[in-house]
């Protein structure tokens, strides 16, 4: 339910908006209007009003806190507001201020009259003729086999209004000012912990003998430790973004670690869709130990804290943005100790001595089943993601591991496989946690202690149906227990032997050229696809393989052996390379070392390809649509993969349909003249100084931008613990953190044109598609204003 104070509208609008699965139109609509006719009825509760005005406070006094780094953009916009609209132009805090007064001056009987007028479309519909208030509106987007019609709707309502009227009964809903109570913490972490005991959790072997680990502040103020429950934990303090933090919890094991039918790791992979699936179970879940739902759900709005568990094809993040103060009373914890009760609940281990743990719910894993299901198709429904569905699938040779997960395929996953593929993921030695925010160092490891160094280290789970490659660690029942539930996809492999990478069949990825198909065939390298739409469109796309973010091919090779660079590596440039990496005393600066040394850092393919995107971008964009007038917009993209091997480029361009071939051609003749031929050395169009200047200010100017938000310092420190991204490892010389800028800046056109040569740009090394809508019959095209545009969805890719 959505309520807007529209200055242009020049009133409230109200609307209650919600998405279902079309065959259950009737049963979700009565549900929500039950609740908004019962709120508009009954009204609000006093200890319900007493949780909404402590949330409205916290969230003022969180604004004004923010007051002095609010954009001027953004001031601006609320000043020319308020001009417009005779409104009164305060200051943050003058603003809190004013909220305060109102608050206080704000009685239950008040907000029950404006519950009843926001809800009185509703709760008075078949009342007395011209006096019973009526929608403005009802919009309903339906597919046409449903039948959804306007006597249908209207006589749906009709008799929803005679179902009488039932107060809920909220005596039962009683939210708790913390999920952990000290009485069921494990005996010692059951109170705020001393200095010594904090130092106590942490694992000092491991940090002492670690480069880059320890209590030490390093690049920006960032700390990496390691707490003996093996749990990972990274943590920036900074007043970037006041009284507010943000939390990454990530565990490596994304979709591409889900079971290929046909592929290599089909007998021993979690089945197809598990792990996707199971991260959504988590999302539209959330009963931790004894509480429910609905009690963990309200616990988070009263702390303000938003959830979100996205499912990539090489990890599981779960996000939290939250605020660090006590923004639900005094009695209550804080935002930042709540947010640690909950992750410890959701990688503990499930004990019968120790209840506290995420439930796993039947009800969760139906709507986690229609949700996903119906996001996937809406993306491969609309035109753009059509088309991109249709070119990944090329690439991949169909390996669903990597494209749109189908209907049939989730229907085959059961709640004990979608646990069975998660539980283990999230067991203490394979997780990795990062915050960046407003708080203290000594609170921030007190609550990591406390909350995640009391965590069982033993795994959750031995099924010996996991994940393991038997190629690379043998037979699973040979190992012992506590090695053998470690063998997991994207698990720490260093339990079993610290220098055994994770399988191959996990690491490759299948993105592969479109060399020796044949005309005809099941896959092709010259696509058009055909979206079924009354607007004539057109989407375009040009496509090929590329390394990974750290310059690896599929096949493992890095990006300077198959160019040659590290032939011409002496010894003294290897030892220069290693000093300036490991960043020992006297060491030479980058700007000091060789070129063959500069190019042997781990930092230097992230950058070069980086600086690539940038180009070809604003070259693209200057030549199909500035120069040639074909497009209103055409971009270049390469994927970031860390851990999987090799990747993906990705040209994309809008056209009308009668436009699309010639922007298409205009888009692969751009890259081609930019590539140098192979023989000659020459470019028709080659990279100029100018171009890699302005790139390099783009990506500066971006960084600087993002080192003041939360989330992109989480981002950054991500993966400086996981072994399987050993390019990022702390002591490895790729500190983005540290040497981003400097090495963005040492890029050369020569260091272009060399990642250019690793991208498969060629006549008979890319893939095209051109995919359209619109109806070539007019008669048989729906009118204008029906059309089936699809909104495209941004989670998966």
């Known amino acids: ?88 132009f305060m200051s943050a805090e003058q ?124 690049p920006g103020g960032t700390r990496l430790r390691r707490l003996k429950s093996g749990v990972r934990f990274n943590y920036r303090s900074s007043q970037d973004e006041p009284q507010r933090a943000f939390l990454r919890l990530s565990v490596p094991g994304g979709r591409a670690a889900e079971a290929d039918p046909n592929g290599p790791n089909s007998e021993w992979g979690p089945g197809l869709g598990s792990i996707a699936l199971g991260a959504r179970t988590m999302q539209e879940g959330g009963a931790l130990g004894g509480l429910s739902r609905t009690q963990v759900e309200l616990f988070c709005v009263d702390q303000l804290i938003m959830v979100e568990i996205i499912t990539d094809e090489e990890f599981v993040h779960f996000n939290f ?86 209907g049939p395929a989730l229907e085959k996953v059961s709640l004990n496989q979608a646990s069975d593929a998660l539980t283990p993921l999230l067991s203490p030695q394979r ?35 996991m994940l393991a490659s038997k ?26 032997v610290e220098s055994v990478e994770l399988p191959a069949e996990l690491l490759a990825c299948p993105f592969v050229g479109p060399q020796g198909l044949q005309p005809g065939g099941e896959f092709l390298q010259h696509l058009n696809v055909k979206v079924p739409d009354s607007d004539a469109r057109a989407i375009a796309h040009v496509a090929g393989t590329a390394p990974n973010r750290w310059g690896k091919m599929n096949d493992g090779t890095d990006l300077r052996d198959l160019l040659g660079l590290n032939v011409d590596m002496t010894p003294e440039d290897l030892e220069a390379a290693r000093a300036h990496s490991m960043k020992e005393s006297g060491a030479p600066s980058l700007a000091q070392l060789s070129e063959a040394a500069r190019r042997a850092q781990p930092l230097w393919p992230a950058a070069t390809l980086a600086l690539v995107q940038e180009v070809l971008n604003r070259r693209l964009f200057s030549v199909v649509r500035e120069r040639k007038q074909l497009t209103y917009d055409a971009n270049f993209q390469l994927t970031a993969f860390d851990r999987l ?50 790139a390099q200010r783009v990506l500066n100017n971006k960084h600087a931008a993002e ?9 950054l420190m991500t993966g400086t613990q996981l072994p399987c991204v050993p390019a990022k490892a702390p002591g490895s010389g790729a500190d983005c953190l540290r040497d981003w800028i400097s ?49 495209p969805s941004l989670m998966r890719r």
């Open 707 to 715: 080192l003041n938000t939360n989330k992109y310092w989480t981002e």
């Open 431 to 465: 997780v990795e946690i990062s915050i960046s925010g407003d708080f203290s160092e000594d609170a921030v490891e007190e609550f990591a202690a406390r909350y995640l160094g009391s965590l069982d280290k033993s795994p959750g789970r031995t099924d010996d149906k």
């Open 321 to 406: 943005a939250f605020p660090t103060n006590k923004v639900a009373g005094e009695a209550s914890v804080s935002g930042i100790e709540a947010v640690f009760q909950i992750v410890r609940q959701l990688i503990a281990a499930p004990h019968p001595e120790d209840p506290a743990g995420f439930v796993w719910e039947q009800d969760a894993m139906e709507r986690a089943f229609v949700g996903l299901s119906q996001q996937q198709e809406q993306e491969i429904s609309s035109l753009e993601g059509a088309a991109c569905e249709a070119v990944i699938r090329q690439m991949v040779r169909g390996d669903p591991r990597f494209t749109a997960l189908k």
């Open 471 to 496: 190629d690379a660690f043998g037979d699973l029942k040979s190992l012992p227990v506590e090695q053998r539930a470690t063998v997991v996809s994207g698990a720490d492999p260093e339990a079993i």
């Open 95 to 218: 603003a809190h201020s004013m909220t305060l007064t109102a608050l206080d001056a704000l009685t239950l009987e008040d907000v029950n009259v404006a519950a009843r007028q926001l809800g009185a479309h509703v709760s008075d519909w078949g009342g007395t003729s011209g006096e019973s208030p009526r929608p403005s509106a009802f919009i309903a987007c339906v597919p046409k086999d449903v039948g959804l019609a306007e006597d249908k709707l209207l006589s749906f309502m009709d008799g929803f209004a005679q179902i009488p009227v039932e107060e809920p009964d909220l005596s039962q809903l009683k939210v708790p000012p913390s999920l952990l109570p000290a009485e069921i913490m494990p005996v010692g972490f059951d109170h705020v912990l001393s200095k010594e005991e904090v130092a106590a959790c942490f694992d000092d072997a491991i940090e002492s003998s670690t480069p880059g680990l320890g209590p030490v502040p390093g």
């Open 645 to 694: 091997n090799g990747g993906w480029w990705l040209v994309t361009v809008t056209a009308s349909p009668a436009k699309a071939p010639a922007a298409l051609q205009a888009c692969v003749d751009t890259l081609l003249d930019v590539k140098a031929d192979p023989v000659s050395g020459y470019a028709n169009s080659p990279l100029t100084n100018d171009n890699l200047r302005a």
């Open 743 to 791: 090495t963005i800046n040492a890029v050369t056109l020569a260091d272009l044109s060399l990642a250019l040569r690793a991208l498969e740009i060629g006549p008979e090394t890319m893939y095209t598609c051109i995919a359209s809508s619109g109806s070539t019959n007019a008669a048989d095209a729906p009118s204008a204003d029906l059309h089936g545009h699809t909104m």
């Open 1 to 88: 339910f959505n309520m807007l104070d529209s200055a242009r509208e020049a009133c409230a609008v109200c609307s209650l908006d919600m998405m279902c699965d079309p065959s259950r139109w009737s049963m979700a609509l009565q549900t929500a209007l039950r609740e908004l006719r019962a709120l508009s009825t009954f009204g609000v509760t006093e200890d319900e009003m007493g949780r909404y005005v402590q949330a409205l406070l916290a969230d003022s006094e969180q604004l004004a806190a923010q007051g002095d780094t609010v954009a001027n953009n953004d001031q601006l916009s609320y000043m020319m507001e308020s001009i417009a609209c005779g409104h009164t």
